[in-house]
């Protein structure tokens, strides 16, 4: 069966539902990927928000743009590594993901956007063993 990806599908992933074979159904407890900071969500946060997501089926590919909270955002990396983190996790690996930063909302935009969407960087910080505990605290579900 072919899983078909739609805004609406990819906003629900991203909250903590999984598509499984071309349904929406809520498998996990996961509500909303936490800030590494804050004790709020991204959403909460205002950094990700329904409008910026595109999502193109027809051609496997994903975009998610993320507004830091502030303009020299430290954590900005490690939220994008937890965006790109929770949709390899959900979606079919044929799609194409890119993480950016929104223009103009943060210091290093471009170096942060490099580094979001360099396959080998990735793999790299996701062999830290810090970097992954961080970003598994924050997809991890909330007690709420």
Known sequence: MTLTVNKSSLILMLHGSDVA?????KQRSTRDIKDPEHPYSLEELKVI???AIEVDDKRSHVRVTF????EHCSMATVIGLC???KLMRC?????KVDIRVAPGTHATEAAVNKQLNDKERVAAALENPNLVDMVDECLAPSLE
């Open 21 to 25: 074979y071309g349904t929406l159904s």
């Open 49 to 51: 928000t329904e409008d």
């Open 67 to 70: 507004t830091p909270t502030v």
């Open 83 to 85: 965006l790109r983190v």
């Open 91 to 95: 979606l079919p690996s044929r799609y």
